[in-house]
């Protein structure tokens, strides 16, 4: 059974999804593919774990140092290629954007085959947990922003409050 609760941010409501276990998804409210691998939820906010998912949302957002969560995540569905691409994306550090290209190479490499940028594209657009699994940091080769489930406008300030300065629709730096 999966536990799902609402979780005010400052870039708006997120949905946090659980297996009374691990966090296993976080979207933000209305974004494409929210929740897409739940399957018959229960809304509780009672969970102990979301204190640790509040306090690590807190701490991104407010003191820009997250750190290693203190809970674990697991994916829900997802087909083992975008599990390998979701777990790509875990490497790329705070402050820091890697493009499509580069996220395509190191999941080639880790599943022992050429892969293609749009197929890793579109597993990133899919990634059920949103911030911790930080998709937002993956930008075209160009440095332009593209594709964000959550939205170009949440991307720009996810990328701006980690340090980046963005011109347009380009990063053009980090300042971290």
Same mark, same amino acid.
Request: hydrophobic share 40%; glycine share 8%.
């Given at each position: 059974?999966?536990?799902?609760?609402?979780?005010?941010?400052? @870039?708006?409501?997120?949905?946090? %999804?659980?297996?009374?276990?691990? +966090?296993? !998804? +976080?979207?933000?409210?209305?974004?494409?593919?929210? &929740? %897409?691998?739940?399957?018959?939820?229960?809304?509780?906010?009672? @969970?102990? @774990?979301?204190?640790?998912?509040?306090?690590?949302?807190?701490q991104?957002?407010?003191?820009?140092?997250?750190?290693?969560?203190?809970?674990?995540?697991?994916?829900?569905?997802?087909?083992?290629?975008?599990?390998?691409?979701?777990?790509t994306? +875990?490497?790329?550090?705070?402050?820091?954007?890697?493009?499509?290209?580069?996220?395509?190479?190191?999941?080639?490499?880790?599943?022992?085959?050429?892969?293609?940028?749009? %197929?890793?594209?579109?597993?990133?657009?899919?990634?059920?947990?949103?911030?911790?699994?930080? &998709?937002?940091?993956?930008?075209?080769?160009?440095?332009?922003?593209? !594709?964000? %489930?959550? !939205? +170009?406008?949440?991307k720009?300030?996810?990328?701006?409050?980690?340090?980046?300065?963005?011109? !347009?629709?380009?990063?053009?730096?980090?300042?971290?």
């Amino acid at each position: 059974m999966t536990v799902l609760t609402k979780i005010d941010t400052p @870039l708006g409501v997120m949905i946090a %999804a659980s297996d009374k276990v691990a +966090l296993t !998804g +976080l979207w933000f409210e209305g974004q494409k593919y929210e &929740c %897409a691998f739940v399957k018959n939820p229960e809304w509780d906010d009672s @969970l102990a @774990l979301w204190d640790s998912v509040k306090t690590w949302i807190n701490q991104y957002y407010h003191e820009k140092t997250p750190g290693t969560p203190l809970f674990s995540i697991a994916y829900e569905g997802g087909t083992p290629f975008q599990q390998s691409v979701w777990n790509t994306l +875990l490497e790329i550090p705070f402050g820091e954007v890697w493009t499509y290209n580069e996220v395509t190479h190191r999941v080639s490499e880790k599943i022992g085959r050429k892969t293609s940028p749009r %197929a890793v594209a579109n597993a990133i657009g899919k990634n059920p947990i949103a911030l911790l699994v930080p &998709c937002h940091r993956v930008v075209a080769t160009t440095g332009k922003l593209t !594709g964000f %489930a959550g !939205g +170009l406008n949440r991307k720009t300030t996810l990328l701006q409050l980690e340090g980046h300065q963005i011109q !347009g629709d380009t990063v053009i730096h980090n300042e971290a």
